[in-house]
Nanobody, 117 residues
Framework: QVQLQESGPGLVKPSQTLSLTCTVS??????????WSWIRQPPGKGLEWIAY???????YYSPSLKSRTSISRDTSKMQFTLQLTSVTPEDTAVYYC???????????WGQGTQVVA
């Protein structure tokens, strides 16, 4: 069973950089390859995919956020991180991490973390 847990600040001042970490535990399941994603949901809006990083390290970003977003992973710690620069109030959202065997698929989710900018 896969478990994901987001962590990071709940409040970020405008113009600052938001940094979130997702810690993954596999339990008794081991994936040979996977895609680790960040998704967010602003209040009253739908889900928005932000970025994913593949097990080999290749990263892919939403075009609308690419200029401000960076995703990275530390496989030794089973963590991956999202950085979003120059935040504005429009970045206020619940941020989720997710993973799957396929890109932009989200079979397993974290519980989400509220960020207010």
């Amino acid at each position: 069973q896969v478990q994901l847990q987001e962590s990071g600040p709940g409040l970020v001042k405008p113009s600052q950089t938001l940094s979130l970490t997702c810690t993954v535990s596999f339990g008794s399941i081991t994936y040979n390859s996977y895609y680790w994603s960040w998704i967010r949901q602003p209040p009253g809006k739908g889900l928005e995919w932000i970025a994913y990083i593949a097990s080999g390290g290749s990263a892919y970003y939403s075009p609308s956020l690419k200029s401000r977003t960076s995703i990275s992973r530390d496989t030794s710690k089973m963590q991956f991180t999202l950085q979003l620069t120059s935040v504005t109030p429009e970045d206020t959202a619940v941020y989720y991490c997710a993973m799957d065997l396929y890109p932009k698929a989200f079979g397993a989710w974290g519980q989400g973390t509220q960020v207010v900018a």
